[in-house]
T-cell receptor, first 116, second 114 residues
Framework: AQSVSQHNHHVILSEAASLELGCNYS??????LFWYVQYPGQHLQLLLK??????LVKGIKGFEAEFIKSKFSFNLRKPSVQWSDTAEYFC??????????????FGKGTHLIIQP | SQTIHQWPATLVQPVGSPLSLECTVE??????LYWYRQAAGRGLQLLFY??????ISSEVPQNLSASRPQDRQFILSSKKLLLSDSGFYLC?????????????FGPGTRLLVL
């Protein structure tokens, strides 16, 4: 069975600091990779995704993530965080299903707090 | 544009009572539908998914069941709730069939079983 590991459960940063949230997965086949974010009081929403092609993907609000296949990693980065980035961040993986449906396997999430 | 609705938003139920949570999607046809649960201190766990009316796949054996009576309606049920059923239940949808699909989530239902 596949699994997703997020390295940090709680992260506290000051505004303008750089951010990197780690995500590793265990699955040997072709995967789709996602980062979702849940802002306080809001729905879980897509931040960015990787299906294929350029391993460096850019998402909303200045976030980016790099897929490193050899390390089974998909770390999330942002060069300069803002107070509004305070949220819960989830890394998720599903198997490339070749046309069928496949549920996501999520990490446990990282609670990010940005201090003004 | 597509929207996804879940209700109720919050529910407090006694142990042993039945459960029915509803999820509906608007603005798309023949979506794949999913139920996830987030228990305290844990990540989201896939419970069920459906690729069409009457087609349900269960990922985790448990006290819950799912049904899809209409194309854009997905229902999560239980005949008798357990304390361990407490959690945050999320419905999601996707479309495609290419194997590269993005799932979009509803607002969730917070269930507390006492």
């Amino acid at each position: 069975a596949q699994s997703v590991s997020q390295h940090n459960h709680h992260v506290i940063l000051s505004e303008a600091a750089s951010l990197e949230l780690g995500c590793n997965y265990s699955y040997g086949g072709t995967v789709n990779l996602f980062w979702y974010v849940q802002y306080p009081g809001q729905h879980l929403q897509l931040l960015l995704k990787y299906f294929s092609g350029d391993p460096l993907v850019k998402g909303i609000k200045g976030f980016e993530a790099e897929f490193i296949k050899s390390k089974f990693s998909f770390n999330l980065r942002k060069p300069s965080v803002q107070w509004s980035d305070t949220a819960e961040y989830f890394c998720a993986v599903n198997r490339y299903s070749g046309g069928g449906a496949d549920g996501l396997t999520f990490g446990k999430g990282t609670h990010l707090i940005i201090q003004p | 544009s597509q929207t996804i609705h879940q209700w109720p938003a919050t529910l407090v139920q006694p142990v042993g009572s039945p459960l029915s949570l509803e999820c509906t999607v608007e603005g798309t046809s023949n979506p794949n539908l999913y139920w996830y649960r987030q228990a305290a201190g844990r990540g989201l766990q896939l419970l069920f998914y459906s690729v069409g009316i009457g087609q349900i796949s269960s990922e985790v054996p448990q006290n819950l069941s799912a049904s899809r009576p209409q194309d854009r309606q997905f229902i999560l049920s239980s005949k008798k709730l357990l304390l361990s059923d407490s959690g945050f239940y999320l419905c999601a949808w996707s479309v495609g069939g290419s194997g590269q699909e993005t799932q979009y989530f509803g607002p969730g239902t917070r269930l507390l079983v006492l």
